[in-house]
């Protein structure tokens, strides 16, 4: 069982989820046997920390499991997601269990209310200790991924991203990432654009055609030589936003998946 921790600091309620993520094994080709855990819930919002792996819809693939329908299987019949994660991105997602949250925290997102910070492991050495990347995003015209997303100044929309360097590490460096706006692979594609691409990502790391043999093949051993992760080292660790019903701000906390501390800890 999931044991959590609330630490209250004034106002402010802060949950803790303590570690529960499986062990990376050998084998390679599924990215994940980890279930969501709860990390928080009420009567009007769940907060879970998702595993690396997991869909948050499967419409394209109804055959493998989905966050909404282990939602719906834990007692929540509509899922209403206030934000997404990719597939491959762990960490915390809020579900407003009822319309009325939903439309409140929906309209934080509108206003840029609810924080979120990220941690990634990323190639190479960061040349600034902290910085922001404010760039304009775009999908691609000329990706054989449909879904691939670039910088564009002339067509992009404006898309900015905020980095602090937590651990420089023997070819890689740790950091914590804060998204100003909400465009889609945003982190992945500034981190990309920086230079620095996040570990084991298949699109934006150092061959895209990874991602076509992913969907074909899995995650081979031959795609790991490259990737050296079966799934990229991006995490959702933090979010905080004002309860719809309390008012009150409240931040939750999801700590570093196995994966992902594995690899730092090797490099350390």
């Not at 924080?115 to 050495?125: D, I």
């Not at 200790?129 to 929309?157: L, M, N």
């Not at 979010?239 to 019903?245: C, E, K, Q, T």
Request: with cysteine.
């Amino acid at each position: 069982m999931l044991l959590n921790q609330t630490v209250r600091i004034g106002h402010l309620a802060l949950f803790i989820a303590s570690g529960f993520a499986q062990p990376l094994t050998c084998a390679v080709h599924a990215l994940t046997n980890a279930a969501p855990q709860v990390v928080f819930e009420d009567e009007d919002v769940l907060v879970v920390d998702k595993p690396g792996g997991m869909v948050c819809h499967s419409a394209q693939r109804p055959e493998y499991g989905s966050l909404a329908d282990w939602l719906r299987e834990h007692g929540v019949p509509t899922p209403r997601m206030i934000n997404r994660l990719d597939r491959e991105t762990s960490g915390l997602i809020v579900v407003a269990k009822n319309e009325p949250a939903a439309k409140t925290l929906g309209k934080a997102v509108l206003r840029r209310e609810i924080e979120k910070e990220y941690r990634a492991v990323c190639w190479g050495e960061f040349e600034q200790d902290q910085g922001v990347i404010d760039q304009p995003i775009a999908v691609s015209q000329t990706s054989v991924v449909y879904t691939k997303r670039v910088v564009d100044s002339a067509a992009g929309k404006p898309s900015r991203t905020e980095f602090a360097v937590e651990k420089r590490l023997r070819g890689f460096t740790v950091v914590r990432l804060t998204p100003r706006t909400g465009r889609a692979h945003q982190l992945r594609v500034h981190l990309a654009w920086l230079g620095n691409p996040i570990v084991g990502d298949k699109v934006y790391g150092p061959d895209e055609t990874l991602y076509l043999q992913f969907i074909k093949d899995g995650v081979t051993n031959e795609m790991l030589d490259k990737l050296l992760l079966p799934r990229h080292a991006l995490h959702a660790e933090r979010v905080s936003f004002l309860h719809p019903r309390t008012r009150e701000r409240a931040a939750f906390v999801a700590p570093l998946p196995e994966d992902m501390r594995t690899f730092i800890e090797e490099r350390a």
